[in-house]
């Protein structure tokens, strides 16, 4: 790190500080030449993989855009939509990996999402899963039943 008035190439934290759901750290430098303090903020890039071959940042309005458009008409708040967003970044930043396709991103949303309404996540699901016939949406609904049931029966028997 280069400090920024005299340009000597090293510098000392001094103090650093976690923002922003721990994605953020915020150091104060002190460099060793001048004795001037500076601060820096650092933060870890995610970035995705389109079809196309581009890379681009991850960005939680892109989910949001994709996941409301499931939602149209469903009972679902922009704050559950936020948060279902904030989710699904902390799920792929847990993987630790920086770059990752975009198909991924897809996958990462669906577990959420059922979770949030079921009717968005088939809606969802039928284009990440490449829903081919009605077979494929009967075997989702039969598995979110399943689920469902097995849910229900759990808790009672407890």
């Known amino acids: 790190m280069h400090c920024p008035f005299c340009r000597h190439t090293d510098s000392?934290?001094?103090?650093?500080?976690?923002?922003?759901?721990?994605?953020?750290?915020r150091r104060r430098r002190q460099c060793p030449?001048?004795?001037?303090?500076?601060?820096?903020?650092?933060?870890?890039?995610?970035?995705?993989?389109?079809?196309?071959?581009?890379?681009?940042?991850?960005?939680?309005?892109?989910?949001i855009s994709g996941v409301r458009k499931a939602c149209q008409g469903r009972p679902v708040?922009?704050?559950?939509?936020?948060?279902?967003?904030?989710?699904?970044?902390e799920s792929i930043r847990s993987q630790g990996q920086a770059e990752l396709?975009?198909?991924?991103?897809g996958l990462a949303i669906l577990e959420p999402l059922r979770c949030l309404d079921e009717v968005a996540y088939l809606r969802f699901?039928?284009?990440?899963?490449?829903?081919?016939?009605?077979?494929?949406f009967?075997?989702?609904?039969?598995l979110l039943r399943t689920e469902r049931d097995a849910q229900v029966v759990s808790p009672a028997g407890m």
């Open 33 to 63: 030449e001048c004795g001037r303090r500076f601060g820096t903020v650092e933060s870890a890039t995610l970035s995705v993989i389109k079809r196309s071959g581009a890379t681009e940042p991850f960005s939680r309005d892109k989910v």
């Open 101 to 105: 396709d975009a198909h991924e991103v």
């Open 77 to 89: 708040t922009e704050d559950q939509l936020q948060l279902l967003a904030q989710q699904v970044e």
């Open 138 to 142: 009967e075997a989702a609904i039969t």
């Open 125 to 136: 699901a039928s284009v990440y899963q490449a829903f081919d016939s009605l077979e494929d």
């Open 12 to 25: 000392k934290v001094v103090d650093s500080r976690v923002q922003e759901d721990g994605t953020v750290i």
